[in-house]
């Protein structure tokens, strides 16, 4: 199994930023798919999850309203498109698949590799 998150940079605040995951991973919509950010000297932190089969997505209140998570389980991809950005939103960001949508690191059994992401003032 492996994840593949692309799409960070640098990025003035108010701008936007969509991260993508490629996971290679059999019967991807069996999974549940979650993005996590770490910043530095923080512990890792939840942003949002969506279900296998695209319900229910749902997001940590500082995400809420800004960034949007989406899946293609034809192209085995996730996607979170982050708007509105704010320096406090610079953090690495980490995808992960699990059997289920949780806000909790320790449901998801697979991890990506992490994309940083920067946000200027």
């Known amino acids: 199994v492996q994840l593949q998150a692309s799409g960070g940079g640098l990025v003035q605040a108010g701008g936007s930023l969509r991260l993508s995951c490629a996971a290679s991973i059999r019967h991807f919509s069996d999974h549940a798919m979650g993005w996590f950010r770490q910043a530095p000297g923080k512990a890792r932190e939840f942003v949002a999850a969506i279900s296998g089969t695209c319900s229910s997505p749902y997001y940590a209140v500082s995400a809420k309203g800004r960034f949007t998570i989406s899946r293609d389980n034809a192209k085995n991809t996730v996607n979170l498109q982050m708007n509105s950005l704010k320096p406090e939103d610079t953090a690495v960001y980490y995808c992960?698949?699990?059997?289920?949508?949780?806000?909790?690191?320790?449901?998801?059994?697979?991890w990506g590799q992490g994309t940083q992401v920067t946000v200027s003032s």
């Open positions: 992960a698949a699990g059997p289920r949508s949780s806000a909790y690191s320790a449901a998801y059994d697979y």
